[in-house]
T-cell receptor, first 115, second 112 residues
Framework: GAVVSQHPSRVICKSGTSVKIECRSLDFQATTMFWYRQFPKQSLMLMATSNEGSKATYEQGVEKDKFLINHASLTLSTLTVTSAHPEDSSFYIC???????????FGNGTRLTVT | QQQVKQSPQSLIVQKGGISIINCAYENTAFDYFPWYQQFPGKGPALLIAIRPDVSEKKEGRFTISFNKSAKQFSLHIMDSQPGDSATYFCAASRFNDYKLSFGAGTTVTVRA
């Protein structure tokens, strides 16, 4: 079945540095990918919709300059957390679908810890 | 504003029992209702999904019941097994945009 791969699975960085998270669709082309954030024991909150070849669409309250999204190809979207701070520590999850009739598949998430 | 309300927050069921999780939505434009299963440290995995044109969908031990007039849908896990212990999320969206709104999640613990 469709697989979405996310890398890295865990990352620890120092406050003020930037971290890049990759999301790849392994066996299908994804024109649209979504990035979610999940705090411990809480639900998934949609951060942004990533569209191949165009600018991402951010949800209300999400800082686009802090969470840079690039969807340069049909199989890869990246999320860069810039100038990370401890409050950015969270579980970041991407998802992708092949087309409008296909289900949404999620990656295994990236645990970001900012010290 | 949470567009999908999910209950209970957690439940404990004996092996072989039935787990029931309920969700309610507000946005009448929603026409796609999936359920996801999530294990600790992993991303959600699609379990089963339903469209409003049917009132029930069954896949193995998992059944979705859908009540369009009440704007409610539920997940039933029959013959619950310890391996079913996980957090379950209901979600809703318009079918053509997949911008899922998730419920708060239900942690299910199945005791052997």
């Amino acid at each position: 079945g469709a697989v979405v791969s996310q890398h890295p699975s865990r990352v620890i960085c120092k406050s003020g540095t930037s971290v890049k998270i990759e999301c790849r669709s392994l066996d299908f082309q994804a024109t649209t990918m979504f990035w979610y954030r999940q705090f411990p024991k809480q639900s998934l909150m949609l951060m942004a919709t990533s569209n191949e070849g165009s600018k991402a669409t951010y949800e209300q309250g999400v800082e686009k300059d802090k969470f840079l999204i690039n969807h340069a190809s049909l199989t890869l979207s990246t999320l860069t957390v810039t100038s990370a701070h401890p409050e950015d520590s969270s579980f970041y999850i991407c998802s992708a679908r092949a087309d409008g009739n296909s289900p949404l598949h999620f990656g295994n998430g990236t645990r970001l810890t900012v010290t | 504003q949470q567009q999908v309300k999910q209950s209970p927050q957690s439940l404990i069921v004996q092996k072989g029992g039935i787990s029931i999780i309920n969700c309610a939505y507000e946005n009448t434009a929603f026409d796609y209702f999936p359920w996801y299963q999530q294990f600790p440290g992993k991303g959600p995995a699609l379990l089963i999904a339903i469209r409003p044109d049917v009132s029930e969908k069954k896949e193995g031990r998992f059944t979705i019941s859908f009540n369009k007039s009440a704007k409610q849908f539920s997940l039933h896990i029959m013959d619950s097994q310890p391996g079913d212990s996980a957090t379950y999320f209901c979600a809703a969206s318009r079918f053509n945009d997949y911008k899922l709104s998730f419920g708060a999640g239900t942690t299910v613990t199945v005791r052997a």
